[in-house]
């Protein structure tokens, strides 16, 4: 049966699977070998060009849920989103970028694109009229996310592609807050998608990993650059990932279930001044977020009252989790300022809407009742 005619679950649990044809297992083998025989092979493996079989594999899974031909898997998120940047871009290139963007994205920009002789624009706004402004006749490429980190903000993806169709220029996308169970880039025109992959398609915080998905061609540039970068992730971990997508669209259609329950809840908290999540009617853009997405994503952000000190409340919360990363199965809050955009300037955090009071969360797959009951009791104590 073709890829394309199976539905989300069962591409998550059978596509790119590894047939155990030993011994009839039902999992996928571990491949652990970092040497393999070359003669007389149609390909030759090793682990830093990104064929292991399990490499291999689990690649095919995610091409499959984005919708594209091919895809490639990464160290990290930020290994794949550099390796695709310096595929495309090179000395006295140009990239329009989106000024709400992860900080851990914009620091990479800012720090070594000066070192390549690559240039850059961050628009002013996130609208369609926003990248064109930024283009430049040397223009190769332009960057979004949507919904953005932290503050949910949504891109217009079919007329951010459609402009770089026009300019005859390519455009890529972050999709790791929606992840493919709530939105397709690809279908919309987007030239190359990536992940990272820690987050939804690992799932369970305790897997680093990133992944780019997009036609066979632009795959093998990215691969050409890949391959000397030496981005490659480890089979143990690439088994680990494949197990865990198993159950992506079970995961992510739960939690994106809570996440807009918690975000109308929070909307109306009296300690609660504003809450950032596209489902809300209130958002901004919640009918553009309607009309590309088939779920909202279960990320969302909350500002709370100045009376409510962030740091205090986080620390009396008693079965959320003050964490770091985001998208596990279990529910987290993090203020932006501290962690994800720390490496941004008090005015820089400030242009883009990052108040102190800020505060991420990502919302697991809880009893949203519980979820609820904690947030109040620690607010609670704050007042």
């Known amino acids: 049966m073709s890829k394309d005619k199976l539905g989300l679950n069962t591409i998550c649990t059978h596509v790119g699977e590894i047939k155990d044809e030993q011994f009839k297992g039902a999992v996928s083998p571990i491949y652990l070998s970092t040497s393999y025989e070359f003669i007389d092979v149609d390909v030759k493996r090793y682990p830093r060009y990104f064929n292991t079989p399990n490499q291999e594999y689990l690649s095919k899974k995610i091409a499959a849920l984005e919708h594209t031909e091919a895809a490639m898997i990464f160290g990290s998120g930020m290994a794949a989103i550099s390796t695709m940047f310096l595929a495309f871009l090179k000395q006295g290139d140009h990239l329009v970028v989106q000024n709400t963007l992860y ?16 240039e850059y624009t961050f628009t002013n706004g996130y609208k369609v009229e926003d990248f064109e402004a930024a283009i430049k006749s040397n223009t190769k490429l332009i960057h979004i996310e949507t919904p953005s980190n932290p503050l949910l903000t949504i891109t217009d993806i079919k007329a951010v592609a459609e402009l770089g169709k026009v300019k005859g220029i390519l455009t890529s996308m972050d999709n790791t807050f929606a992840s493919p169970v709530n939105q397709l880039p690809m279908d919309l025109g987007i030239d190359m998608v990536m992940h990272s992959a820690t987050k939804y398609f690992g799932g369970h915080s305790d897997i680093c990993a990133g992944a780019v998905a997009s036609s066979e061609v632009h795959i093998q540039r990215i691969w ?12 143990m971990t690439v088994w680990m990932l494949e197990r865990s997508m198993k159950t992506l669209g079970l995961r992510v259609k739960a939690q994106t279930k ?22 809300l009617k209130s958002h901004p853009e919640h009918k553009l977020a309607k009309s590309q997405m088939s779920g909202y994503g279960a990320m969302l952000s909350f500002e709370l009252n100045d009376d409510i000190d962030s740091q205090q409340f986080q620390k009396q919360l008693k079965l959320i989790k003050s964490s770091m990363s985001l998208a596990g199965i279990e529910s987290t809050m993090l203020s932006p300022h501290l962690t994800s955009h720390s490496l941004l300037t008090q005015e820089e955090r400030d242009k883009v809407g990052i108040s102190n009071q800020l505060i991420r969360f990502s919302v697991g797959i809880e009893e949203t009742k519980d979820l609820k009951r904690d947030i109040d009791q620690a607010i609670g104590k704050m007042s």
């Open 224 to 235: 050409n650059v890949g391959k000397n970068l030496g981005g490659s992730l480890s089979d």
């Open 103 to 118: 900080g851990g994205t914009v620091n990479f920009i800012k720090e070594e694109f000066p070192k390549y002789g690559i």
């Open 258 to 279: 809570n996440a807009l329950k918690l975000a109308k809840w929070l909307d109306k908290h009296p300690k609660v001044s504003k809450v950032h999540y596209p489902g």
